[in-house]
């Protein structure tokens, strides 16, 4: 079982992207996101190996003040050779990334998901995995209003597949 290090966001930007989510559903382009029965995100880290997961819970309290009080959530994109569409975030994401970078600082390099190491990390809120990209592309751009701010409420570790909750702390 795999392990990831999230990002929870405020109501209104978590509905937003709920209602991506479902209407990439109702085209029956992809519904992996909603049957993934775990709120919007961003996974600021993912471990193949979950028994890392006490060093994380015990580090939640540190990594807390390093969220950042808000994101802006840009234009729609997808991960090259992948079905992975998602929204970019955009503006001064210096504080993220330090979040990131801290987070990153307490396993080896080697623990990390490739993708999520800070070399290669792409902060993202994901759309869907699996899917036709192009249509999944038009109907998000379709119906997503780029720029729109979303405010991080909880720092969470999650199991998956399938998503179990673990640990978590709530942001001020």
């Known amino acids: 079982m795999a392990l990831a290090l999230s ?4 109501r209104d ?3 937003a992207v709920r209602r991506l989510w479902q209407g990439l559903a109702d085209a029956r382009i992809s519904s992996d996101m909603l049957e993934l029965n775990y709120p ?7 471990l193949d190996d ?3 997961d006490g060093i994380f819970a015990s ?3 540190d990594l807390a003040p390093l969220a950042p009080r808000s994101l802006l959530m840009g234009d729609i994109a997808t ?5 992975v569409v998602y ?11 330090a979040l990131h970078r801290a987070a990153s600082a307490i396993v080896p390099e080697d623990d990390i998901h490739p993708q999520y190491r800070t070399a290669s990390w792409t902060p993202h809120v994901t759309l869907q995995t699996i899917g036709d990209v192009s249509r999944a592309e038009q109907l998000a ?4 209003r780029p720029r729109h701010t979303a405010v991080p409420v909880r720092l969470e570790l999650a199991y998956f597949r399938p998503v179990r909750i673990g640990n978590g702390i709530a942001l001020a």
């Open 40 to 46: 919007p995100h961003l996974t600021l880290l993912v």
């Open 79 to 83: 991960f090259a050779q992948s079905e």
């Open 13 to 15: 930007a978590s509905q």
């Open 59 to 61: 580090a939640l309290s």
């Open 87 to 97: 929204i970019g975030l955009e503006g001064d994401l210096s504080q993220l990334f």
């Open 141 to 144: 751009r379709d119906r997503w």
């Open 7 to 10: 990002l929870l966001f405020d």
């Open 50 to 52: 979950e028994t890392r």
